[in-house]
Every structure is written in structure tokens, then in C-alpha cells.
T-cell receptor, first 115, second 114 residues
């Protein structure tokens, strides 16, 4: 158990809909990272938050947004869903702002299926 | 931009044989390098990391990796494969200058044959 909790574990929704994925980082970790894992794109970094502030952006679509709340949990919002958004979405957390040298702990992921 | 290339999307070894998973990196500065393992229906677990200390890094479950700057490589090895090592392995790189994200390789699926 990494200590990072993601809910829900599975999500099935229709195209055009909006969903929210939730992540609770390990106790004491201030950084939260979101990654998307799909068969064709592999593991792609989406976005990072550190202590409530956005710190880095990767290949995140404009239809996607995220935030980190004062209690440090984070939510990833996916809207106007398309079939191609079906993927495994991972949250990771670490103590520092950057992953350099600092271990990132990954949650078990949310498997999103868009039908 | 930094990147990693994992040679071989699928590797099969017999139980008890040497495991060698290859990773080459591309980075303009000496990077931080990581190996992660993903078991079916699980998240990623850190096996080991290189952060410019010793070039030979020992990780969990008997794995180790050697950072070779001249070859821009960070191959993962284990002397004797066990059935429980069957999983997908990811090499990742992080730029110390702006170490806010991991860039992952495409992964290598390791199969261990009885």
C-alpha cells in the first residue's frame, strides 16, 4: 500500500459527460501529480500541484482541469469526454516540489471507460 | 527535452535466469533516473533511483541498475528471475534543473517462464 488513495477505482461513463477523479496523497506529502496511462500514449504527465498551487503542466487537454484543496487532496476533472479519453489515470504524491531525487508514490489508479 | 527509450517491449526469461531490461536516456544535463514496476491492476512502485551518487544502484527485490554516462544507459538487472518478477517495468527520467515531472519510457513487459 503506497498510502495514496484514488477514488473511484473504476468509472464507466458516456461520451460528452463530465467526471471527477479524486486523489488523497500520502500523509505529509505536499505535491500531487496526475498521469494518464493509455495503450497508445503510454504514461503521460498531465499536471502537478504543490501545496495548493499549480507547479507544472504536461500534456493536459483544455477539457481537463485539476485542483488541490487546502487539505491537500486533489481532483482531476474531465469534461466533454471522448472515447479516446478512456485510460488509467494515476495520481502520485511526493514530499517535495520536484521529483528529482524524491520518491513519488503512486496510487492504484482510476480506470475510466468512455462508451 | 529529456526522454528515455526502453529497448524491447516484451522480454521473456526462464526462472533462475538473468534479467536484463534496457533503458537509454537523452538529457542535456546529468539526469535523475528511476525504474518503476507495475503489477497487473496495480499502481507503479519504485524499484530504484539514481540521483548522482553511486553509479551502481541497488533496489528492492534484488534488482539493481548501473548508470553509464558514456553509454547514456541505465539498464536494470537481476541475477536470478523469479516467477513473481513478471510485471511491466518502466524507466523514467527527471531533469534536476526542473525536476517536477517524470518522463516515462514505453515500458517492458517481463515474462518469466517456468
Amino acid at each position: 500500500d503506497s498510502g495514496v488513495t484514488q477514488t473511484p477505482k473504476h468509472l464507466i461513463t458516456a461520451t460528452g459527460q463530465r467526471v471527477t477523479l479524486r486523489c488523497s496523497p500520502r500523509s505529509g506529502d505536499l505535491s500531487v501529480y496526475w498521469y494518464q496511462q493509455s495503450l497508445d500514449q503510454g504514461l503521460q504527465f498531465l499536471i502537478q500541484y504543490y501545496n495548493g498551487e499549480e507547479r507544472a503542466k504536461g500534456n493536459i487537454l483544455e477539457r481537463f482541469s485539476a485542483q488541490q484543496f487546502p487539505d491537500l487532496h486533489s481532483e482531476l476533472n474531465l469534461s466533454s469526454l471522448e472515447l479516446g479519453d478512456s485510460a488509467l489515470y494515476f495520481c502520485a504524491s511526493s514530499v517535495d516540489q520536484g521529483l528529482g531525487g524524491t520518491e513519488a508514490f503512486f496510487g492504484q489508479g482510476t480506470r475510466l471507460t468512455v462508451v | 527535452a529529456q526522454s528515455v527509450t526502453q529497448l524491447g517491449s516484451h522480454v521473456s526469461v526462464s526462472e533462475g535466469a538473468l534479467v536484463l531490461l534496457r533503458c537509454n536516456y537523452s538529457s542535456s544535463v546529468p539526469p535523475y533516473l528511476f525504474w518503476y514496476v507495475q503489477y497487473p491492476n496495480q499502481g507503479l512502485q519504485l524499484l530504484l533511483k539514481y540521483t548522482s551518487a553511486a553509479t551502481l544502484v541497488k533496489g528492492i527485490n534484488g534488482f539493481e541498475a548501473e548508470f553509464k554516462k558514456s553509454e547514456t544507459s541505465f539498464h536494470l538487472t537481476k541475477p536470478s528471475a523469479h516467477m513473481s518478477d513478471a510485471a511491466e517495468y518502466f524507466c523514467a527520467v527527471s531533469d534536476p534543473g526542473s525536476a517536477r515531472q517524470l518522463t516515462f519510457g514505453s515500458g517492458t513487459q517481463l515474462t518469466v517462464l517456468p
